[in-house]
């Protein structure tokens, strides 16, 4: 289970906003308590959030198909 959490959070950001917390021993009795870190979620929205403009060259592609580029 903590190996999925750990999976879960390792995308760019997601382990520095969030802090996720599992307890208990069993399945019956595992608990997953989660916090977001306010001041880190601001600093992500200044680094990321509106900052990328894209300019490709293949003037065929939809927005749809360069963003999905982009991403991968």
Same mark, same amino acid.
């Given at each position: 289970?903590?190996?999925?959490?750990?999976?879960?959070? *390792?995308?760019?950001?997601?382990?520095?906003?969030?802090?996720?917390?599992?307890?208990?021993?069993?399945?019956?009795?595992?608990?997953?308590?989660?916090?977001?870190?306010?001041?880190? *979620?601001? *600093?992500?929205?200044?680094?990321?959030?509106?900052? *990328?403009?894209?300019?490709?060259?293949?003037?065929?592609?939809?927005?749809?198909?360069?963003?999905?580029?982009?991403?991968?």
């Amino acid at each position: 289970m903590e190996a999925e959490i750990a999976a879960l959070c *390792r995308p760019r950001w997601v382990g520095e906003v969030l802090t996720i917390t599992l307890t208990g021993h069993t399945p019956a009795g595992f608990r997953l308590a989660w916090h977001t870190d306010q001041k880190a *979620r601001k *600093r992500l929205e200044n680094r990321f959030f509106g900052k *990328r403009i894209l300019f490709p060259n293949r003037t065929e592609w939809t927005v749809a198909e360069v963003v999905a580029v982009y991403r991968s």
